[in-house]
């Protein structure tokens, strides 16, 4: 069974290119699934999955459609493999989510998050960078703890991001972005060793500031400057994403710039606060001055 799931992880690390981040995933949920059937992998039907998923009663809907993408792309790769003529999953119905709004904040509570930030130390400046690099590049929570001083081209305007699948993009870069970042790297700690000399944020021990360390900074600038949400890294990018299509960033820029391989992802930030819609709609509908007294329809 460990020669099966390390095939299939290089497959999806060699050929699939996907990120480190994913490829765990993936590989930890077939590794349950493995573990809890009778079944060899082969021999697998429709019915030992939807009696697997349905023990996941408790995991939340989201949570069960990763799980089934997880097997899918599993059981997809062994018919490539020749192992088996269809996959098991294609007869199950993917879980109903709905409509998901991730949280966005306000221009505001974006703005009082950077003041709470401790300017007077080190660490205070380099999370005054983050914060910036965040919202101001719409950057993924990887894609900042992994930023390497060399991919930093400050003078033209922009930063070379690695993105998912080790795909790359530039990325535009505002002054306020540049000048915390450029602030943060006069103090910036000596590095550790040679892999932590090109990396941007380090923490104490000048090693690369983990992805958790990053989340926990989020969160406590979010109490400090009273934001009532429940945020973190990725809330920042949605906010700039959020804010330029507001602004009417055209929405195939908006989808360069957050490094999204289709448009339909990209098109859930198209979403507007309800009140305005609501108000908008009522104030230019031609009926909004109809007579109160006119008799209704029957």
Request: hydrophobic share 40%.
């Amino acid at each position: 069974m460990k020669d099966i799931l390390k095939d299939y992880e290089n497959y999806l690390k060699i050929e699939r290119a996907m990120s480190r981040n994913t490829v765990a995933s993936y590989c930890s949920d077939v590794r349950k699934f493995l573990a809890a059937v009778p079944s060899q992998p082969e021999y697998v039907a429709p019915e030992d999955i939807e009696q697997y998923l349905s023990g996941l009663s408790l995991v939340s809907k989201r949570s069960q459609a990763r799980f089934l993408s997880s097997l899918r792309s599993f059981f997809n790769w062994l018919v490539l493999e020749g192992s088996i003529t269809d996959n098991p999953c294609d007869k199950i119905e993917s879980p109903k989510l709905g409509h998901y709004l991730p949280e966005v904040l306000s221009v505001e509570e974006v703005e009082a998050m950077m003041a709470a930030v401790d300017l007077s130390t080190w660490q205070g400046l380099r999370d005054r960078a983050i914060l910036e690099i965040l919202y101001g590049c719409g950057l993924r929570v990887s894609e900042a703890v992994g930023l390497k001083l060399s991919c930093l081209y400050f003078d033209e305007g922009y930063i070379r991001v690695i993105g998912k699948g080790d795909k790359e993009r530039l990325v535009p870069v505002g002054e306020m972005a540049a000048d915390a970042v450029n602030a943060y790297l006069e103090r910036r700690p000596q590095p550790f060793d040679a892999e932590s000399d090109d990396i941007v944020f380090l923490n104490r021990f000048g090693r690369p500031l983990s992805r958790q360390s990053m989340f926990k900074m989020v969160k406590t600038m979010a109490l400090l400057a009273d934001v009532r949400k429940e945020i973190s890294p990725h809330t920042l990018r949605h906010s700039f994403a959020t804010h330029l299509v507001e602004n009417g960033a055209d929405l195939r820029l908006v989808q360069e710039m957050l490094g999204h391989e289709n448009l339909t992802t990209t098109e859930i930030y198209t979403h507007i606060d309800t009140t305005t819609w609501h108000k908008e709609v009522l104030d230019h509908h031609p009926r909004r001055n109809a007579d109160p007294d006119e008799e209704p329809l029957k």
